[in-house]
Structure formats: structure tokens, C-alpha cells
T-cell receptor
Framework: GAGVSQTPSNKVTEKGKYVELRCDPI?????LYWYRQSLGQGPEFLIY????????DSGLPNDRFFAVRPEGSVSTLKIQRTERGDSAVYLC??????????????????FGPGTRLLVL | GQSLEQPSEVTAVEGAIVQINCTYQ??????LSWYQQHDGGAPTFLSY????GLEETGRFSSFLSRSDSYGYLLLQELQMKDSASYFC???????????FGKGNQVVVIP
């Protein structure tokens, strides 16, 4: 596809439920990032994948959050036992592999439209 | 600490020039990036400064001074479509995450 896609665009769930958010990166991008954005704030880093492996998951707030990228393309962010405080826009971004492209290309992250999660 | 500070909101008329500042407190990072985000939309890359100085991309310019821990984005010949939030972000040495500031909302009026 032309850009990063994310599904669903909106998700409403009840406290305590499990949710999965999907990200489809730009074809050829080996780096994939998840961010969370609250109203009036900048995106907050959650996790970074290089290929299939999570190279940096230090931004995940707790063990209720988990993400996978089994084939090095599509990624799923999973949230267990959702809480009202998890309500936010979850953004996915992809980029070329850092270090293998020119400085502008490797620094540019292409964001998807986000999934708006509301936990009631 | 590592934080990026941005003022919150600015209103300007079409055709005007707006400067959005970004101050940070960090010692080591690869460069300063700027992203634009329209309401309900995805952040979109605008500009990147790896070295000190001015980078110009059309109506937008970005500046970085590592010695002053300061950067700015300059929006010239403002258009209505420039109404959006603008975020500065850095990528720190040792990882590939982007750390974003809180953003600055620009409102362009006729």
C-alpha cells in the first residue's frame, strides 16, 4: 500500500477486556514503532521492532501491554485487562532500517492514522 | 533529564510568519526532527536537522543549535492548511525511539 495502515480506526471496549490493534507498515520498511498519544500531548514511545524482534520495548507501561511482529511485516499491539487510563490514540510508524539509508530517510518515520481506543 | 519544551498555541493570519521554538535538555542525540499533525490525522515528517544551522524546505525552515540546546521551525507565507500541531522530536544516542515534545498548535486565520 501507499502508506501505513492501522485497524480498527476506532475501538470502544469495556474495562477489563482484551484488545488487539493492528498495524500494516509500508512495504520494505524493516523498522516498526508503536506510540501512544493522549489529548494535547506528543506521541509517547512504546516499542520498536527491527524485523521480527522487539529491539526496544522499554516504553511499554506494564505487562498488560504486548506486541508481536511474527513475519517482520504486520504488527499487533495487544492490551490485556484494559483500564480507563489506556484510552488514547495508538499510533504505528515505520521506517527504513536505521543505518542503511541516508540520514533523512532513516530518520523519517511514516505514521499511520492511528487507532482511537476508548475504554469505558 | 531528557525533555523537550514547546510553547502551547499561536494564532496568526494568512501570509504571516510563525516561529515555533523547541528547547531540550539532553546531551546526546542524532538530530532534531519536526512533525506536523492535523486534527485527527497522523504525524507527518517535515524537516530534520542533524547538524547545527538552517535547513530550508519550501515555505518551512528548521534550525538547530546544539550549543544552545535549542531549535526552531519557521513557517513562512502561512496558509489556512498550515493550521495544525507541530512537534519537535529527538532520537537519542543508543536507541531508535523518537522523543516528542508536547507540541505547538498553530491556528491560521483569514
Amino acid at each position: 500500500g501507499a502508506g501505513v495502515s492501522q485497524t480498527p480506526s476506532n475501538k470502544v471496549t469495556e474495562k477489563g477486556k482484551y484488545v488487539e490493534l493492528r498495524c500494516d507498515p509500508i512495504s520494505g520498511h524493516t523498522a516498526l514503532y508503536w506510540y501512544r498519544q493522549s489529548l494535547g500531548q506528543g506521541p509517547e514511545f512504546l516499542i520498536y521492532f527491527q524485523g521480527t524482534g522487539a529491539a526496544d520495548d522499554s516504553g511499554l507501561p506494564n505487562d498488560r501491554f504486548f506486541a508481536v511482529r511474527p513475519e517482520g511485516s504486520v504488527s499487533t499491539l495487544k492490551i490485556q485487562r484494559t483500564e480507563r487510563g489506556d484510552s488514547a490514540v495508538y499510533l504505528c510508524a515505520s521506517s527504513f532500517q536505521p543505518g542503511l539509508a541516508g540520514p533523512i530517510l532513516q530518520e523519517t518515520q511514516y505514521f499511520g492514522p492511528g487507532t482511537r481506543l476508548l475504554v469505558l | 533529564g531528557q525533555s523537550l519544551e514547546q510553547p502551547s498555541e499561536v494564532t496568526a493570519v494568512e501570509g504571516a510568519i510563525v516561529q515555533i521554538n523547541c528547547t531540550y535538555q539532553t546531551s546526546g542525540f542524532y538530530g532534531l526532527s519536526w512533525y506536523q499533525q492535523h486534527d485527527g490525522g497522523a504525524p507527518t515528517f517535515l524537516s530534520y536537522n542533524a547538524l547545527d544551522g538552517l535547513e530550508e524546505t519550501g515555505r518551512f525552515s528548521s534550525f538547530l543549535s546544539r550549543s544552545d540546546s535549542y531549535g526552531y521551525l519557521l513557517l513562512q507565507e502561512l496558509q489556512m492548511k498550515d493550521s495544525a500541531s507541530y512537534f519537535c522530536a529527538v532520537k537519542y544516542y543508543g536507541n531508535n525511539r523518537l522523543a516528542f515534545g508536547k507540541g505547538n498548535q498553530v491556528v491560521v486565520i483569514p
